[in-house]
Structures are given as structure tokens and as C-alpha cells.
């Protein structure tokens, strides 16, 4: 099932050694998108939230998505949340518990250079903020090739590691660039996660909420007339 939840990566101009350059967005277009959502009267609340509310009545609510950012990259602190509080927005960060306070290639693309990640620090003044954290595992592997045991440890653990550095709970996990299991699905389900997020790779039909599905912002969103497609297509009603 798609869940009224957009993701972004990086909020910041690609250096020269990016090959994927579609996981950026420039600030100035962030700016512009948000701006869109409050020209349009679209509200904007944390993943936890959403789910909630769907947990309740049994849909979304109406006109309203969520703003969520993978990986926990320095420029979400340094690029997005001076726009999210100028506009008065609240988002939901993936974080990866071991990368945090870290320049590492532990998430970028093979031959990529190493890149910034937030800090510890960074994460209890968003917090304060009203931004929320959710996991994005431990270490960032992939959960469709770590073993049982690891795969239920990279989601148990960052759980309560996100818990400990919000000291409020952690609602929802995002699979590491989508890829999930069974097992992965019964472990996130079982360690008290309310729901779990894939990109693309959920049943668009089903309404599992452990392989929901999001809507990627993509650094070609810059054209405004995509990214209003987009937004129509993802809130409820449809536009
Ligand atoms: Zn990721």
C-alpha cells in the first residue's frame, strides 16, 4: 500500500564525484516544494502521526502527508531544517544508528566519496523541534542478504538505540533502500514498530503496513510540474 509519505535523500547540490545525482535535491527547490504544500493548504505531520490516524479510523487523512528523509545526511540538519521551521513543517529522519556523527561510505554509491552524516547532537536540537526519528538499522545492510539473526538485530537494536537518543519511541523503520523479507516484515512487527516503509517495492495493492510504500522526490521534481503530479497523486482524496 502507498502511504501519503514523501522521501527525500540529500537537500544539497551534487559534487562532482555523485553518480547518483537524483537522490539530490537543491535547497532552493526544497524551498519551493514546500511552499507548494502551504500555497495548497496540504498539511504536514510526522510518520508516526499518519499512521496513527490510520491505525484509528482506518484511512489517511485528508490533504495531509509526511516529509521523510533517508539516511540521516549533515545536510538535512544544515539545508532542510532551517526551511522546515521557516515554514513552520515538521519531517520524520531515517537515521543509521552507527553512521551518526560520521563522514562515511557506508551509504553512498560504489565509487562515491565519503559523505557527513548528522550528529548526536543535531538529532536532540531537531527533536526538540518537534522533527522525529525513525530507524534505518543499524549499519545500513541490506535485509534481503543478512541472515536471520543479523536481520532481526539490525532492527531490533537501532529501535532501541533511536529510543534512547529521542527518549521517546520509534514508531516506524525504513527498510535500507527498500529491500525487505518476510522475516524482516515479522521482526519489525514484532519488535513494536507500528509500521515499516519500503520505496517501491511493496504490494501497491495490499494493505500490509510493513512493506508501505513511499513517494520519491527526485532531483528532477525540480520542475514544479512534476512534483505537483506527484503531490496529487499521493494525498487523499486525489486531486
Ligand atoms: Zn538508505
Given at each position: 500500500?502507498?502511504?501519503?509519505?514523501?522521501l527525500?535523500?540529500?537537500?544539497?547540490l551534487?559534487?562532482?564525484d555523485?553518480?547518483?545525482?537524483?537522490?539530490?535535491?537543491?535547497p532552493?527547490?526544497?524551498e519551493?516544494?514546500?511552499?507548494?504544500?502551504?500555497r495548497?493548504?496540504?498539511?504536514?505531520?510526522?510518520?508516526g502521526?499518519?499512521?496513527?490516524h490510520?491505525?484509528?479510523?482506518?484511512?489517511?487523512?485528508?490533504?495531509?502527508?509526511?516529509?521523510?528523509f533517508?539516511?540521516?545526511?549533515?545536510?538535512?540538519?544544515?539545508n532542510?531544517?532551517?526551511?522546515?521551521?521557516?515554514?513552520g513543517m515538521?519531517?520524520?529522519i531515517?537515521?543509521?544508528a552507527?553512521?551518526?556523527?560520521?563522514?562515511?561510505n557506508?551509504v553512498?554509491?560504489?565509487?562515491?566519496?565519503?559523505?557527513e552524516?548528522?550528529?548526536?547532537d543535531?538529532?536532540?536540537?531537531?527533536?526538540a523541534?518537534?522533527?522525529e526519528?525513525?530507524?534505518?538499522?543499524?549499519s545500513?545492510?541490506?535485509?534481503?542478504?543478512?541472515?536471520?539473526?543479523?536481520?532481526?538485530?539490525?532492527?531490533?537494536?537501532?529501535?532501541?538505540?533511536?529510543e534512547?537518543l529521542t527518549?521517546?519511541?520509534c514508531?516506524?523503520?525504513?527498510?535500507?533502500?527498500?529491500?525487505?523479507?518476510?522475516?524482516?516484515?515479522?521482526?519489525?512487527?514484532?519488535?513494536?514498530?507500528?509500521?515499516?516503509?519500503?520505496?517501491?517495492y511493496?504490494?501497491?495493492?495490499g494493505?500490509?503496513?510493513?512493506?508501505l510504500?513511499?513517494?520519491?522526490i527526485?532531483r528532477?521534481?525540480?520542475y514544479?510540474?512534476?512534483?505537483?503530479?506527484k503531490?496529487?497523486?499521493?494525498?487523499?482524496?486525489?486531486?
Amino acid at each position: 500500500m502507498k502511504a501519503p509519505v514523501l522521501l527525500y535523500h540529500k537537500i544539497d547540490l551534487p559534487t562532482p564525484d555523485v553518480k547518483v545525482r537524483g537522490a539530490y535535491t537543491a535547497p532552493r527547490f526544497f524551498e519551493k516544494q514546500l511552499a507548494y504544500l502551504v500555497r495548497n493548504k496540504i498539511r504536514v505531520v510526522t510518520v508516526g502521526e499518519l499512521i496513527e490516524h490510520f491505525n484509528q479510523t482506518g484511512s489517511y487523512p485528508e490533504r495531509t502527508l509526511a516529509i521523510s528523509f533517508d539516511d540521516g545526511w549533515k545536510d538535512n540538519y544544515r539545508n532542510a531544517f532551517p526551511l522546515l521551521k521557516k515554514y513552520g513543517m515538521t519531517a520524520t529522519i531515517y537515521v543509521v544508528a552507527d553512521c551518526l556523527g560520521r563522514t562515511t561510505n557506508q551509504v553512498v554509491a560504489p565509487g562515491e566519496a565519503a559523505r557527513e552524516h548528522m550528529t548526536v547532537d543535531d538529532v536532540h536540537e531537531m527533536a526538540a523541534c518537534g522533527i522525529e526519528f525513525g530507524s534505518h538499522t543499524m549499519s545500513h545492510s541490506l535485509l534481503n542478504n543478512t541472515s536471520p539473526d543479523e536481520t532481526e538485530k539490525e532492527i531490533v537494536e537501532s529501535k532501541s538505540f533511536v529510543e534512547e537518543l529521542t527518549q521517546t519511541q520509534c514508531k516506524t523503520i525504513a527498510y535500507p533502500a527498500g529491500f525487505f523479507t518476510e522475516h524482516a516484515k515479522n521482526s519489525a512487527r514484532n519488535a513494536g514498530y507500528l509500521a515499516a516503509f519500503s520505496t517501491i517495492y511493496g504490494d501497491d495493492d495490499g494493505d500490509d503496513l510493513f512493506e508501505l510504500n513511499r513517494t520519491e522526490i527526485l532531483r528532477r521534481d525540480k520542475y514544479m510540474f512534476r512534483f505537483s503530479r506527484k503531490i496529487r497523486s499521493v494525498i487523499v482524496p486525489t486531486l
